[in-house]
Antibody, heavy 121, light 107 residues
């Protein structure tokens, strides 16, 4: 059974860069067959898709965040990472890493537990 | 991108059927998934490809589709089903889009 674990700083100052890493257990990123994704959820609000990376390193981002987001993969460590630059208080949220099916329907079949990142000075 | 519209809240009595709808123009072409999220927890996939149920999800969860409206039905809702439910689909600009979520109350 695949498990995902987010790690990284929980407090980020405005205008700085939010960086998170997701370590995957029980599945190999390099085996293909899935995308590896980031999703966030501000407190009391809904889910927002940030973007995804494939084992090849190809990415796709939500256009609303595209200019500030970078997602990368390190198959040797079986992990993938999120960088969100120039953050503001509006980026405060629980950030989830997740596994996304590569079929046309793009469902999320596994989620990390989520990590709360607060943007504050 | 396409929008997915859900009612903010649905209430049912225990044992009754709970129906949560999700509507969007893009649903004519794309499948829909449903996720259950309990407070403080990550979402859990309960329906994919409109009506498929992942292993481990109780049979009382089912999905259906009619035109631009899809419905999640919980037959015989139980107290443990009280949660937020999100529909999810795709469009050409964003591979994953979520509805605004529906809070299901079982009382």
């Amino acid at each position: 059974q695949v498990q995902l674990q987010e790690s990284g700083p929980r407090l980020v100052k405005p205008s700085q860069t939010l960086s998170l890493t997701c370590t995957v257990f029980g599945a190999s990123i390099s085996s293909g067959g899935h995308y590896w994704s980031w999703i966030r959820q501000p407190a009391g609000k809904g889910l927002e898709y940030i973007g995804r990376v494939f084992t090849s390193g190809s990415t796709r981002y939500n256009p609303s965040l595209k200019s500030r987001v970078f997602i990368s993969v390190d198959s040797s460590k079986n992990e993938f990472s999120l960088r969100l630059v120039d953050v503001t208080a509006a980026d405060t949220a629980v950030y989830y890493c997740a596994r996304e099916a590569t079929s046309g329907s793009n469902w999320i079949d596994s989620w990390g537990q989520g990590t709360l990142v607060t943007v504050s000075s | 991108s396409d929008e997915l519209t859900q009612p903010p809240s649905v209430s049912v009595s225990p044992g009754q059927a709970a129906r949560i709808t999700c509507s969007g123009d893009g649903l004519l072409k794309q499948h829909v998934q449903w996720y259950q999220q309990k407070p403080g927890q990550a979402p859990v996939l309960v329906i994919y490809k409109d009506s498929e149920r992942p292993s481990g999800i109780p049979e009382r969860f089912s999905g259906s589709s009619s035109g631009t409206i899809v419905t999640l039905t919980i037959s015989g809702a139980q107290a443990e089903d009280e949660a937020d439910y999100y529909c999810q689909s795709s469009d050409t600009s964003v591979p994953v889009i979520f509805g605004g979520g529906t809070k299901l109350t079982v009382l």
